[in-house]
């Protein structure tokens, strides 16, 4: 399901602009607002969705999923960790779910640049980077030989 | 340059009272016929109605007002932008314009060329030019989200630019016309300055249809809608969830 923008939602923050790995949100020449340039090539990854501080994203869903006359709605909510679904069919049966998409703050996760530079000896470590405290554990369980 | 009234000397050339009526009536045309021509009257409309028939309850009168007060409010301080830069620089826009209208339509109309004109007024017009200018040219060269996600040049123009565009260049233009006409007096160089003073101001609302001159009528409405909506229970984004999932720090 690509996505679309409300255009009386969308602020033009360029949240979505910055996010898309297809590059296909830009913004558009008249009225300063984002929107998806080429549809066929969405991703349908989300991430615009999850993305705009508006619930300015939606997505267009296909007619096996939600047949003509539907609407499928976003809302986010960032501080609870999760993004809501409500689709509305053209009969006016409406669906709602809700997904929890992270257990952390946003914006909590840290870039590879706000790590320490690592010395020469993680290269004959075994743990990969961030090993063992990004996984919450004291270290990483191994097999003991009898 | 803050004391004088701009407008006392320029009656014999441009009679600005008629002037600024006809920018009236060109922002009432140019408003409607923008609704018109781009259905938005019509589709805002008929989203009522179908809002009306959808609502699980109907508002009352002291509830449909306070949300109207709401979303004044709202408006008043720019809440709608989620970025704090946009929303100064909107602010230091909305407040500068009204400022600077209100204080050119007292200008004109109460004091004429023969009136003395209180000092406050001409201060006030110029502090208000002079916040346009801030925000206004924070936002063409760093917060336009074209010049500042999109990759765009800040010295790129384009149609969404004519509103902020042309505002712009009438407030500088009204700023140095007035800086050469209390220095220098009324040479040529400053009917030049004022010449493309008016010029851009012109354009600024003779072109409502054209740009986003009317987003000042229309947001507040979509505002107050959604807000409607919201409360009478027919919107259509999905409930709030009950649980929180943040379980980390």
Known sequence: ??????????????????????????????????????????????????????????????????????????????????????????????????????????????????????????????????EPEALHIDALPTIKRA | MFTNNPFAAVGDLLPMQGYIILMTLAVLVGTVFDMVHKGSGTFFSQRRKRSQAAALRHLGGGETAALALATIAEAAVSGEFCKWPRRISHLLMMYGFLLYLITTVVMVFAYPASAPTPTILSTLWTIGALMILTGGLWFFFFLRVNVAYDGASPFHLGHADLFVGSLIVSVAFALLWHYMQTTVGYTAATWILFGIYIFFTTLLFVSVPWSKFAHMFFKPAVAFQRRVEDASGCSDLPSPSTENYIIRS
Not at chain 1, 32 to 48: A, V
Not at chain 1, 94 to 121: C, H, N, V
Request: proline share 8%; charged share 25%.
């Open chain 1, 1 to 130: 399901m690509p996505t679309y923008t409300d255009m009386s939602r969308c602020d033009g923050c360029g949240e979505c602009v910055d996010i898309c790995p297809s590059d296909i949100m830009h913004i558009d020449p008249v009225y300063r607002r984002s929107y998806n340039i080429e549809p066929n090539f969405c991703w349908e990854c989300y991430s615009c969705v999850k993305a705009c501080p508006q619930n300015a994203i939606d997505v267009r869903g296909y007619a096996d999923f939600a047949p003509l006359g539907h609407k499928v709605r976003v809302l986010r909510e960032p501080e609870k960790g999760v993004i809501s679904w409500k689709i509305r069919y053209r009969d006016g049966r409406l669906k709602e779910f809700a997904f929890p998409i992270r257990t952390t703050p946003w914006g909590s996760i840290k870039a590879a640049q706000d790590y320490g530079k690592p010395d020469m000896s993680a290269l004959s470590s075994q743990l990969l980077a961030h």
